[in-house]
Protein backbone atom coordinates (compact mmCIF):
# COMPACT_ATOMS: atom_id res chain seq x y z
CA UNK A 1 0.00 0.00 0.00
CA UNK A 2 1.41 3.26 -1.05
CA UNK A 3 -0.76 5.16 1.42
CA UNK A 4 -3.16 4.30 3.66
CA UNK A 5 -6.12 5.79 5.92
CA UNK A 6 -5.41 4.93 9.34
CA UNK A 7 -9.25 4.24 10.27
CA UNK A 8 -9.72 0.87 11.92
CA UNK A 9 -12.46 -1.35 10.58
CA UNK A 10 -14.49 -0.56 13.60
CA UNK A 11 -14.06 3.22 12.40
CA UNK A 12 -14.95 2.05 9.36
CA UNK A 13 -18.42 0.28 10.36
CA UNK A 14 -19.22 3.32 11.91
CA UNK A 15 -18.64 5.23 8.81
CA UNK A 16 -20.20 3.17 6.18
CA UNK A 17 -23.52 1.71 4.94
CA UNK A 18 -23.90 -2.05 6.22
CA UNK A 19 -23.82 -2.93 2.41
CA UNK A 20 -20.80 -1.00 2.09
CA UNK A 21 -19.07 -1.99 4.53
CA UNK A 22 -19.61 -5.77 3.65
CA UNK A 23 -18.44 -4.71 0.01
CA UNK A 24 -15.15 -2.32 1.13
CA UNK A 25 -13.62 -3.91 4.16
CA UNK A 26 -14.76 -7.46 3.72
CA UNK A 27 -14.60 -8.16 0.15
CA UNK A 28 -18.11 -8.77 -0.43
CA UNK A 29 -19.41 -8.54 -4.35
CA UNK A 30 -23.01 -6.83 -4.88
CA UNK A 31 -24.98 -9.19 -7.14
CA UNK A 32 -24.88 -8.51 -10.99
CA UNK A 33 -27.19 -6.40 -12.61
CA UNK A 34 -28.60 -4.41 -9.61
CA UNK A 35 -25.57 -1.53 -9.13
CA UNK A 36 -26.39 1.88 -9.73
CA UNK A 37 -24.06 2.51 -11.97
CA UNK A 38 -24.06 -0.31 -14.33
CA UNK A 39 -25.96 1.74 -17.11
CA UNK A 40 -24.48 4.76 -16.25
CA UNK A 41 -22.93 6.77 -19.56
CA UNK A 42 -22.72 10.23 -17.92
CA UNK A 43 -19.53 11.89 -17.94
CA UNK A 44 -17.46 12.41 -15.25
CA UNK A 45 -15.72 10.60 -12.31
CA UNK A 46 -15.92 7.97 -9.77
CA UNK A 47 -14.59 8.26 -6.51
CA UNK A 48 -14.03 5.43 -3.61
CA UNK A 49 -16.93 5.41 -1.75
CA UNK A 50 -15.18 4.86 1.58
CA UNK A 51 -12.43 8.01 1.14
CA UNK A 52 -13.03 9.76 -2.12
CA UNK A 53 -9.58 8.63 -4.24
CA UNK A 54 -10.62 9.13 -7.59
CA UNK A 55 -10.72 5.54 -9.31
CA UNK A 56 -12.16 5.23 -12.37
CA UNK A 57 -12.82 7.89 -15.18
CA UNK A 58 -16.05 8.03 -17.37
CA UNK A 59 -13.78 7.79 -20.14
CA UNK A 60 -12.68 4.01 -20.28
CA UNK A 61 -16.29 3.10 -18.79
CA UNK A 62 -17.60 0.16 -21.24
CA UNK A 63 -20.48 -2.61 -21.42
CA UNK A 64 -18.91 -6.12 -20.55
CA UNK A 65 -22.04 -7.63 -19.92
CA UNK A 66 -21.07 -9.12 -16.91
CA UNK A 67 -23.60 -7.17 -14.69
CA UNK A 68 -21.03 -4.93 -13.16
CA UNK A 69 -19.48 -1.32 -13.84
CA UNK A 70 -16.77 -2.32 -16.34
CA UNK A 71 -13.66 0.07 -17.24
CA UNK A 72 -10.78 -1.04 -19.51
CA UNK A 73 -8.52 1.09 -17.00
CA UNK A 74 -8.06 2.76 -13.71
CA UNK A 75 -8.25 6.99 -13.13
CA UNK A 76 -4.04 6.80 -12.50
CA UNK A 77 -1.58 3.80 -12.22
CA UNK A 78 -1.96 5.33 -8.51
CA UNK A 79 -5.31 5.59 -8.01
CA UNK A 80 -5.67 1.56 -7.34
CA UNK A 81 -3.61 -1.28 -6.08
CA UNK A 82 -3.58 -4.58 -7.32
CA UNK A 83 -3.44 -7.55 -5.55
CA UNK A 84 -3.30 -11.64 -5.68
CA UNK A 85 -6.74 -12.97 -4.65
CA UNK A 86 -7.06 -16.99 -4.54
CA UNK A 87 -10.30 -17.50 -2.52
CA UNK A 88 -13.12 -19.52 -3.67
CA UNK A 89 -10.57 -21.59 -5.59
CA UNK A 90 -9.93 -19.49 -8.18
CA UNK A 91 -6.66 -16.99 -9.67
CA UNK A 92 -8.06 -13.79 -9.37
CA UNK A 93 -6.76 -10.04 -8.75
CA UNK A 94 -8.54 -7.65 -6.69
CA UNK A 95 -8.57 -4.52 -7.40
CA UNK A 96 -8.22 -1.68 -3.67
CA UNK A 97 -8.17 1.81 -3.53
CA UNK A 98 -4.82 2.65 -3.00
CA UNK A 99 -5.40 5.35 -0.11
CA UNK A 100 -7.76 3.13 1.96
CA UNK A 101 -7.12 0.05 1.12
CA UNK A 102 -11.06 -0.43 0.64
CA UNK A 103 -12.22 -3.47 -1.68
CA UNK A 104 -13.80 -2.32 -5.24
CA UNK A 105 -13.42 -5.56 -7.09
CA UNK A 106 -11.33 -7.80 -9.12
CA UNK A 107 -9.59 -7.06 -12.88
CA UNK A 108 -9.60 -9.54 -15.54
CA UNK A 109 -7.47 -10.28 -18.93
CA UNK A 110 -10.39 -10.22 -21.64
CA UNK A 111 -10.82 -6.10 -21.29
CA UNK A 112 -11.29 -4.20 -24.82
CA UNK A 113 -8.76 -2.40 -26.30
CA UNK A 114 -6.21 -0.46 -26.12
CA UNK A 115 -5.10 -2.11 -22.07
CA UNK A 116 -7.28 -5.96 -22.84
CA UNK A 117 -8.23 -5.56 -18.97
CA UNK A 118 -11.64 -5.22 -17.46
CA UNK A 119 -11.99 -3.67 -14.21
CA UNK A 120 -15.25 -5.46 -13.26
CA UNK A 121 -16.25 -3.32 -10.31
CA UNK A 122 -18.92 -2.94 -7.11
CA UNK A 123 -21.19 0.24 -7.86
CA UNK A 124 -21.31 0.25 -4.19
CA UNK A 125 -18.10 0.60 -3.76
CA UNK A 126 -18.00 3.92 -5.63
CA UNK A 127 -19.76 7.45 -5.53
CA UNK A 128 -20.05 8.87 -9.24
CA UNK A 129 -19.26 12.81 -9.51
CA UNK A 130 -20.75 14.15 -13.13
CA UNK A 131 -18.46 16.83 -15.11
FE1 LIG B 1 -10.61 4.61 -0.81
Not at 42 to 50: P, W
Not at 80 to 93: F, V, Y
Amino acid sequence: MRQRIPRSEEEWRKILAPEEFHVLREKGTEPPFTGKYLYNKKKGVYRCAGCGNEVFLSDSKYDSGTGWPSFWAPASKESIEPKPDNSLGMRRTEVLCSKCGGHLGHVFNDGPEPTGLRYCMNSIALDFYEK
